[in-house]
């Protein structure tokens, strides 16, 4: 992702920006970021990305996500995860189809181009 002649992207600061922020369970963290966060650095790498992960002391056990990077790779994420917590089955399954390709792969343009278009209606996603 990105063009050989530009700076890398953790050198824009409008990827710094107004990051995402928002909090989970610690189950869907350790199914996502694996236990003690054995996939987070793959999913920083294959997402351009930079994920914090703050432990927060609360009656459910949350933790607190940050993601700073590029606009559609931060949606990228965001999706992964609303997809995985959702109670539809079907969005379920594309958020494990996701988080498999994530572990193994770089996002590319064509990805992020791909769940761009199905995010906005154009393609049918069930």
């Known amino acids: ?5 530009r700076q890398p992207w953790w050198n824009v600061p409008d990827y710094f920006h107004s990051p995402l922020v928002f909090y989970m369970d610690e189950d869907q963290e350790d199914f996502i970021f694996g236990p003690d966060d054995e996939y ?3 999913l920083e790498v294959h997402t351009n990305t930079l994920i914090q992960l703050e432990r927060w002391i609360t009656p ?18 965001m999706n992964l995860i609303r997809k995985l917590g959702s109670e539809n089955s079907v ?7 996701m988080l498999l390709h994530i572990r193994r792969y770089p996002l590319t343009e064509q990805d992020l181009q791909i769940y761009l278009v ?8 069930e």
């Open 60 to 77: 459910t056990d949350q933790t607190q996500v940050t993601v700073v990077g590029p606009f559609t790779a931060r949606l990228w994420v």
């Open 1 to 5: 992702m990105g063009d050989p002649g």
């Open 40 to 42: 987070l650095r793959t």
């Open 118 to 125: 199905s995010e906005s209606g154009l393609v049918p996603t």
């Open 91 to 97: 969005h379920q399954t594309e958020g494990k189809m």
